[in-house]
Each structure stands twice: as structure tokens, then as C-alpha cells.
């Protein structure tokens, strides 16, 4: 009996973590997939979120955006001193 309760719980965690580092496309294609009949199951609705572990996961709100760099003077300095 333990030895399935750990068997369901590495399961589980599995794929809760393949889910949360999948990228966008693959998720898709994995959704498209599952709802091919029509019927939404279970892990379609949980795997058919906008996030996901890449860029653009949409968990930040800034997405897939270049950072603006800094206007010309604005630098910071780092000194380096010899021991």
C-alpha cells in the first residue's frame, strides 16, 4: 500500500512539474491534443493557462520585453581595488 501512495505522489509531482516548465508551444499542441473530441478534461483546463516556465510566462506582467538601457551618463561604476 506504500509503495503505491509513493508511486501516485512522484506521479503527481511529475507532472505538475512538467507542466509548470513546458513551453507555450508545447503546451498548446498538448491542449489541441486532449480536446480533440470536443470535451475538455481535467488536465486540458489545468494545462491550457497563459504561464508556463519560459519567457513570455506572463507571470511577471513584462513578458517576452527587452530591458531599456540605461540613458548615456546613467552608468554605475563598479571599482575594483587590488589587494
Not at 508545447?26 to 470536443?38: E, F, I, S, Y
Not at 513570455?56 to 513584462?62: I, K, L, P, Y
Request: hydrophobic share 35%; charged share 20%.
Amino acid at each position: 500500500m506504500q509503495e503505491l501512495l509513493v508511486v501516485v505522489i512522484v506521479a503527481v509531482s511529475a507532472l505538475y512539474l512538467g507542466a509548470k516548465y513546458m513551453s507555450a508551444g508545447l503546451r498548446a499542441r498538448l491542449v489541441m491534443h486532449l480536446t480533440r473530441g470536443g470535451k475538455r478534461s481535467f488536465i486540458a483546463r489545468w494545462l491550457d493557462k497563459s504561464g508556463g516556465g519560459g519567457c513570455g510566462g506572463g507571470s511577471c506582467g513584462s513578458g517576452c520585453a527587452p530591458k531599456q538601457p540605461d540613458p548615456p551618463g546613467k552608468h554605475r561604476v563598479i571599482k575594483l581595488h587590488q589587494r
